[in-house]
Nanobody
Framework: EVQLVESGGGLVQAGGSLRLSCAASGIGFDDDYICWFRQAPGKAREGVACFRRSDGSSFYRGSIAERFTISSDHKMNTVSLQMTNLEPEDTAVYYC?????????????????WGQGTQVTVSS
């Protein structure tokens, strides 16, 4: 069974940076997508960035690519999210998730496995 463990969250001032990591175990070749989602209090869970393991492609929701970068280690079992120029609106619990297909990439229902989440708090 796939297990995903996030790390790297914390408290940072606006304009600062954080790097989140998602360590995946039990993952197979067909678990092609590892993605980051986030959920702020009182809001729906939303997609942030995705990494496609089969070809190393990266995908970002909206303009988030201007500040966030998703990457993977050479084994493609650890996927990181480098976040820069953080804003208070980025405050949320950040989750990583895996999916075999992710036809609708930004829909949480497409993902079979989820990590426990890591809190990111950006102060103004």
């Amino acid at each position: 069974e796939v297990q995903l463990v996030e790390s790297g969250g914390g408290l940072v001032q606006a304009g600062g940076s954080l790097r989140l990591s998602c360590a995946a175990s039990g993952i197979g070749f067909d678990d092609d997508y590892i993605c980051w989602f986030r959920q702020a209090p009182g809001k729906a869970r939303e997609g942030v960035a995705c990494f496609r393991r089969s070809d190393g492609s990266s995908f970002y929701r909206g303009s988030i690519a201007e500040r966030f970068t998703i990457s993977s280690d050479h084994k493609m079992n650890t996927v990181s999210l480098q976040m820069t120029n953080l804003e208070p609106e980025d405050t949320a619990v950040y989750y990583c998730a895996s999916s075999k297909r992710a036809v609708r990439m930004w829909y949480p229902s497409e993902y079979e496995y989820w990590g426990q989440g890591t809190q990111v708090t950006v102060s103004s």
